[in-house]
C-alpha cells in the first residue's frame, strides 16, 4: 500500500482505552453466527488491494464453507480508517479482523483493542519465527504478545530515468552502487547540464525513505530501546542526515521548501528529477504512469559508510478483541500468513508479501523491472522506530529539521534542541 509521507498517528484519549478495554467483558464483535455459518467482517483501507483481497477471502470460502467474509473499505486519507476503527471499536462493532500498521498497534493493544493470538499460533503450523522477518513479527509483539500477522512490508530503492541518463551520456546506477556513487552521478548529470527545471536527484525531509536508513547505516539512532530518550545529537546520527542536506547545498537536489510544494515521486513522474528514492508501494504509480512506465528502472539503496542502508515498515493483520466469533477470526488471521494467501497477494504485484518465500513474487511480477532490489537485503533492513509518542515526535522532527534543510541553522544546532523537545515528549507520555 502507499503509505503517506508525514502519517500521523490518531491520540486515543483515557475515556477510549477504557471504553475499548471493557470490551473483552462484553459479547460485542463484527461478526455473528448465522444458522452454523460464522459471518466475519474484514477492514481494509486500500482500494488498489480490494481485488486482491476478494481473491484471497473467496480462496478461504472455498474451503471453509461455514465461513462468510465480509470486506469492509474505509478510505485511509485523513485518518478516516482509524476514527472509524476507533468508534467501532468503543461500541463493540470492529470488523472481526482488520489491517493495522505500526503506529498504531502499540495504542490499539493498550487499549485491549487487539486479540492475542499466541494460543492460535501454538495450534497451528504458522512459524512465525521461520517464515517471516523478525523485524515485522517484532513490531507486533508487546509484551510477548502476539496481536497481529505480519501481512506485507515495504523497504526502499533508488528509481532513475533512462532517457535523462542517456541524454546526460552517464552510466546508469547499479546494485552495487555508494552513496559516493551517487553524488558523483549527480555531479555528472549536472555538468551535463539537464533540462531547465531538472535535477539530478531529490532530497525532502522524508524520515523513513532518505535519512533514517543512513542514520542506521552510520551507526547513528532515533529511539533507545526502552524508549526514553532520542539520539539525535549523536554524530553518527547527524551525518546520516546530513549527507542529504549536502546534497541540497551542491545543488543537485531543489530545495527541501520546493519538495514541499511539488514531491519529489511528482517530480520524477514528471521528468524533471533523474534519480529518487522510493517505497516499494511507489511501485504501482510509477508503473501505471505512461509518462515514464518505459523510461525507468530501478537499483538497490546505495551503500553508506559500507553498509546496506534500509528501513522496513509493514502492515498486519489483527483480530478483535470483542469478536462474537474469535476463534473463526483467528483461524483466518492465520490462513491469511499461510504461503497460499501470500501468494495470492505476493502475485498481484501490489505489495510485497510478509513471508520470507513469498517475497519472490513481487520481485517477478514485472521482468522488466529490477525490482528485486527491494527484496534482496529486507532481513538486514531495520524498523521504523516507533512509540506511543511517535507522532509527535515525527511533526517536531520535521518541523527542527527544515532550519538545517535550508541552511538557516547548522545540523548540530538543530539536533540539539530537537533532542530536548524530542526528550520531553517521551517523558511526557511516559508518565
Known amino acids: 500500500m502507499k503509505r503517506t509521507r508525514g502519517i500521523k498517528v490518531l491520540a486515543m484519549g483515557m475515556a477510549f482505552a477504557m471504553a475499548a478495554m471493557s470490551l473483552t467483558a462484553c459479547s460485542g464483535g ?31 470460502e472455498k474451503t471453509h464453507e461455514n465461513v462468510k467474509i465480509e470486506i469492509q473499505l474505509t478510505p485511509y486519507k485523513g485518518g478516516e480508517y482509524w476514527t472509524k476503527l476507533e468508534a467501532a471499536a468503543t461500541g463493540g462493532t470492529a470488523p472481526d479482523v482488520f489491517w493495522i500498521n505500526v503506529l498504531h ?34 513490531a507486533y509483539n508487546f509484551e510477548d504478545k502476539q496481536i497481529a500477522i505480519p501481512k506485507d512490508f515495504d523497504t526502499n530503492a533508488l528509481w532513475y530515468n533512462k532517457d535523462i541518463f542517456d541524454k546526460a551520456g552517464v552510466a546508469y546506477p547499479t546494485d552495487d552502487w555508494t552513496y559516493d556513487d551517487l553524488a558523483a552521478a549527480c555531479k555528472d548529470l549536472k555538468a551535463a547540464g539537464l533540462d531547465s527545471g531538472a535535477y539530478p536527484f531529490a532530497c525532502p525531509i522524508d524520515f523513513q525513505t532518505w535519512y533514517y536508513p543512513t542514520v542506521y547505516a552510520n ?59 522510493a517505497g516499494s508501494y511507489m511501485t504501482p504509480e510509477y508503473t501505471s504512469n505512461d509518462a515514464i512506465n518505459t523510461k525507468i528502472n530501478l537499483v538497490e539503496f546505495p551503500a553508506f559508510n559500507g553498509k546496506e542502508p534500509n528501513v522496513i515498515n509493514g502492515l498486519g493483520y489483527a483480530v478483535f478483541a470483542g ?19 501470500m501468494k495470492i497477494q505476493g502475485e498481484s504485484g501490489v505489495v510485497i508479501s510478509a513471508r520470507n518465500d513469498a517475497q519472490k513474487y513481487f520481485a517477478d511480477s514485472n521482468k522488466d523491472l529490477n ?13 521504523l522506530p516507533v512509540c506511543k509518542s511517535v507522532a509527535e515526535i515525527y511533526d517536531v522532527e520535521l518541523e527542527a529539521l527544515k532550519a538545517a534543510y535550508s541552511g538557516e541553522k547548522p545540523l548540530a544546532d538543530v539536533c540539539a534542541q530537537l533532542k530536548t523537545d524530542a526528550d520531553a515528549i517521551l517523558a511526557k507520555n511516559k508518565k
Open 105 to 138: 498497534a502499540e495504542d490499539y493493544y493498550d487499549g485491549g483493542i487487539l486479540l492475542d493470538l499466541n494460543d492460535y499460533l501454538k495450534k497451528s503450523d504458522l512459524d512465525l519465527g521461520k517464515n517471516f522477518p523478525e523485524a515485522l513479527v517484532k
Open 371 to 383: 525490482l528485486a532490489a527491494y527484496t534482496n537485503h529486507s532481513g538486514e533492513a531495520n524498523p
Open 30 to 60: 463484527g461478526g455473528a453466527s448465522k444458522g452454523g455459518t460464522a459471518a466475519l467482517s474484514f477492514g481494509i483501507w486500500d482500494e488498489k488491494q480490494r481485488p486482491v483481497m476478494e481473491a484471497m477471502v473467496q480462496a478461504y
Open 323 to 341: 469478536s462474537k466469533n474469535k476463534d473463526a477470526a483467528a483461524d483466518f488471521a492465520l490462513w491469511l500468513g499461510s504461503e497460499e494467501a
Open 219 to 277: 551507526g547513528g539512532w532515533i529511539l533507545n530501546a526502552d524508549k526514553t530518550e532520542t539520539g539525535y545529537t549523536d554524530p553518527k546520527t547527524q551525518e546520516g542526515i546530513q549527507c542529504w542536506i549536502d546534497l541540497i547545498k551542491e545543488g543537485y537536489s531543489p530545495t527541501a521548501a520546493a519538495l514541499s510544494e511539488t514531491s519529489a515521486d511528482a517530480m520524477f513522474e514528471g521528468g524533471q528529477i533523474a534519480m529518487v528514492l
